[in-house]
């Protein structure tokens, strides 16, 4: 079966922009989950989706927000992009919650400039 | 709020030597999973572990859950450069679908 995808692989964006990045879950897994990836900081938590409603918030400011589809299909949005925003950005989705292993995408790799 | 605390954050071993990471939570966990992230990749989910004092195996890989429910730790015997990457061990915040990660420790293997 198909992975869970992330598009786009690379992004390059400059300070005060935005962006939307985008996930296909797994075909029948309806929690999606974001994290951002860096190398001082691991795997930290941004939001949770299940069946098209925020389940789960992390500690990321207002400027971090996300959405999902009806078709679990998620995205999140970055507005007024910061240099420190340049991360690895991972989604990763799972039938219903974490009593169940993640499937992660290969992430979205954005850099601000 | 709750922690998982994982270390060594890097270990060097020569190929046949053992390894082992070790993850502390803050709170009582009701599982506990294991991942791998290849350099360049992205994590791999390896297990999961449900009760207290499980112990699995899947060929050189070993992980235990503690008693407690409060740590666990994984332990590779033989180690070979296939095993090289990041092992993340997370836990679950509460009933919905925040998992929360270790700080990952950094295996590297020497030929």
């Known amino acids: 079966k198909a992975g869970v995808t992330q598009t786009p692989r690379y992004l390059i964006k400059t300070r005060g922009q935005q962006v939307t990045l985008s996930c296909s879950p797994i075909?029948?897994?309806?929690?999606v989950s974001w994290y951002q990836q860096t190398p001082g900081q691991g795997l930290q938590f941004l939001f949770e989706?299940?069946?098209?409603?925020?389940?789960n918030k992390g500690n990321f400011p207002g400027r971090f927000s996300g959405r999902q589809f009806s078709n679990s299909r998620s995205e999140m949005n970055v507005s007024t992009l910061e240099l420190g925003d340049s991360a690895l950005y991972l989604c990763?989705?799972?039938?219903?919650?974490?009593?169940?292993?993640?499937?992660f995408g290969s992430g979205t790799r954005l850099t601000v400039v | 709020g709750q922690q998982v605390m994982q270390i060594p954050q890097y270990q060097h071993v020569q190929e046949g030597e053992d390894f082992t990471t070790y993850c502390n939570s803050s709170?009582?966990?009701?599982?506990i999973q294991w991942y791998k992230q290849r350099p360049g990749g992205h994590p791999v989910f390896l297990i999961q572990?449900?009760?207290?004092?499980e112990v699995k195996k899947q060929k050189r890989l070993t992980f235990q859950f503690g008693e407690a429910k409060k740590n666990s730790s994984l332990h590779i015997t033989a180690t070979q450069t296939t095993d090289v990457g990041t092992y993340f061990c997370?836990?679950?915040?509460?009933?919905?679908?925040?998992?929360?990660f270790g700080q990952g420790t950094e295996l590297s293997v020497k030929p």
């Open positions: 990763a989705s799972t039938f219903s919650g974490q009593s169940y292993g993640y499937t």
């Open positions: 075909s029948g897994h309806r929690s």
């Open positions: 989706y299940f069946s098209e409603t925020q389940r």
């Open positions: 709170t009582t966990l009701s599982n």
């Open positions: 572990l449900v009760k207290s004092g």
């Open positions: 997370a836990g679950p915040y509460n009933q919905g679908g925040k998992l929360i």
